[in-house]
């Protein structure tokens, strides 16, 4: 598998992310013609569970406080005010834990969404993709080991390539440092990598070192 194997693989890669961009600025624009995004807020419910939860609590704790008040005021009453306490406490704490959870369960809007994968799509064509066909093409495996580097040092780049599901970005690190300094005796470590890598055209990088 040569040089022009490679690049092939990479230009696949490199239209397969041009036309999503394409495709998600044209969606973007059919909802911006049909006014999406407003209709969408307008659909939005405020959620009001939180305040449910913070009146509950309050009214509990009020009314622990009026049993207290009663107990010190009049004798021999004697209803047992722990259980009451304890669950003001909980109901209090109920709203807090409402929101850590239903934070990590917020999805965004479906206009927020295309734009994500968008500029997703644009870093790892400016970081990776790009870079690495014209340091192939010329064959400058010193800007290859930079590539490596950016995808270790890089978590915009490292995020946005696991998102866009091109492959685990430190094995792809390690597939790029193996290239750039290969020798014979490296040979197994690279049919080692070549069985775990799943990113295509690094594949097709690494096997140019051992079919050739």
């Known amino acids: 598998m040569g040089k022009d194997e490679v690049l092939k693989e990479i230009d696949r890669r490199i239209k397969r992310l041009e036309a999503e961009i394409q495709m998600a600025e044209e969606r973007l624009k059919y909802l911006e013609e049909i006014g999406a995004p407003s209709k969408y807020r307008a659909l939005q419910r405020k959620d009001y569970t939180i305040y449910y939860l913070v009146f509950m609590g309050v009214w509990m704790l009020a ?92 978590p915009v780049l490292a995020n946005a390539v696991e998102k866009m599901a091109e492959g685990e970005p430190k094995l792809m690190a390690y597939a790029l440092y193996l290239y750039a300094s290969y020798s014979p005796e490296l040979e197994d470590e690279v049919r080692g990598t070549l069985e775990r890598l799943g990113n295509r055209p690094l594949r097709a990088l690494l096997s140019e070192l051992v079919e050739s």
Do not use: H, Q
């Open 63 to 154: 009314g622990t406080l009026a049993l207290i008040l009663i107990r010190g005021r009049v004798p021999y009453f004697n209803v047992p005010l722990l259980p009451y306490l304890l669950i003001s406490i909980v109901i209090l704490a109920a709203p807090l834990l409402y929101l850590l959870l239903s934070r990590g369960e917020k999805t965004g809007t479906p206009m927020e969404e295309l734009e994500e994968r968008e500029r997703l799509a644009r870093e790892v064509l400016a970081l990776f993709y790009r870079p690495l066909r014209e340091a192939v093409e010329k064959d400058d495996r010193g800007k290859i080991k930079a590539i490596a580097e950016e995808l270790l040092n890089n």
